[in-house]
């Protein structure tokens, strides 16, 4: 099997690399995690130009037509410059689980706005009961209308349309329809802001057929996992950074051993998850049997890794760590945040165990 990156896809991550590091430089970054939404129209449309808002959709919805490598490629990078904004919510999260879900007439009504940058969006996953499993959604639906609460909602405040988890199905929702109640909840990552959304007898639309939120589910937690390894390597690289520049006892204390495994540790961490993510993503763009096995396991590892990467790069800056001059306790609390979201990694092995039985039956069915 091929490991390696195609030029192509090695001339896009460098250039996305490039692009967000001209664009949303951490000046940029601090300026948008200051607003209330943290979205900045002008940074959206030139992302749009890029097409990163359609990466991954077929191009008859006006999409790119790229892989799920690309995709994750893309938010790999996304990550390590920690970019603000609705952009997982939208592309990652709601076009992923939309492509994946949706009939063609709906995809045409909800995808293609996301593709040309018209529309933003998000899933409204989480209730009060805190599950991770869509299978345990609650909120009630009667008569095409949705009554309930949920929680930790990615950019619902600039969402022209939410994606609804529910009791039965998913559902599109007009983020201004009558009986929604958008309220801003406080969160660890202070550049993804969340809300709680509340319906109150609101019009929904049943999205196509629900058998395939599994699915669209991988591609998102698949995407999320490299976001975190763009972030982990950035808290790599400004750690390095800092222990070639800092001096005690007159030496730079890179030159010290017991801080030279620290960063060995965080460079194992970081390449391992990376070398996860890219699978997953190949696994899921060709159909492999052990697909969701391997999102489950990126998403496993990526959980635990972050923290541990996050908890070296503040012991070795000391309490320069956690100053606010200092960019890495933004990366930090992304990691915090982003460990828990899609499940953390006990969901994720309970997940692989299920799994693993489920395929262990099949296999001895067929034999």
């Known amino acids: 099997m091929q490991f390696g990156l195609s030029e192509s896809q090695q001339m896009l991550k460098d250039n996305a690399r490039k692009f967000f590091a001209g664009e949303c430089p951490m000046n940029e970054v601090r300026r948008l995690m200051e607003t209330d939404t943290t979205y900045d129209a002008a940074l959206w449309a030139k992302m749009t130009e890029q097409g990163y808002t359609g990466i991954i959709f077929p191009e008859e919805y006006g999409g790119v ?3 799920k490598v690309e995709l994750i490629l893309l938010m790999e990078e996304a990550g390590r410059a920690l970019l603000p904004g609705p952009f997982f919510s939208t592309v990652a999260l709601a076009g992923a689980v939309i492509d994946s879900v949706a009939v063609p007439e709906q995809k045409k009504k909800y995808l293609a706005p996301i ?3 018209e529309a933003r969006s998000t899933v409204a996953f989480l209730e009060a009961s805190a599950s991770w499993d869509p299978t345990d959604a609650r909120i009630a639906v009667a008569n095409g209308r949705l ?40 969160g660890m990552d202070l550049t993804r802001k969340l809300y709680s959304v509340r319906f109150n007898n609101t019009t929904a639309e049943r999205l196509g057929n629900a058998a395939g939120l599994a699915r669209g589910l991988d591609v998102v937690t698949a995407a999320l996992v490299a976001e975190m390894v763009g972030g ?9 950074e800092y222990a070639k520049m800092r001096k005690q006892f007159g030496k730079p204390i890179g030159s010290f051993q017991a801080v030279q495994h620290q960063c060995a540790d965080m460079y194992l961490e970081t390449e391992s998850a990376r070398s996860a993510a890219y699978y997953a993503a190949w696994a899921l763009e060709e159909n492999a049997p052990d697909a969701a096995v391997a999102v489950s396991t990126a998403k496993m590892y990526a959980s635990d890794a972050c923290r541990a990467v996050g908890n070296r790069g503040i012991q070795i800056h000391g309490g320069m760590g956690f100053t606010w001059e200092s960019d890495l306790h933004l990366y930090y609390r992304r990691a915090k945040a982003s460990e828990t979201m899609f499940g953390d990694a006990t969901f994720h092995r309970e997940r692989i165990a299920r799994l693993v039985i489920d395929l262990g039956t ?6």
């Open 65 to 67: 037509g790229l892989g």
């Open 362 to 367: 099949v296999s001895a069915k067929s034999a």
């Open 115 to 117: 593709c040309s940058g």
């Open 232 to 240: 982990m390597q950035r808290t790599l690289d400004m750690t390095v």
């Open 147 to 186: 009554t309930g609460e949920k929680v930790f909602v990615p950019d619902a405040a600039v969402a022209n349309f939410m994606i609804v988890v529910a009791r039965g199905g998913v559902f599109a929702v007009d983020a201004r329809a009558p009986g929604i109640s958008i309220k801003p909840m406080a």
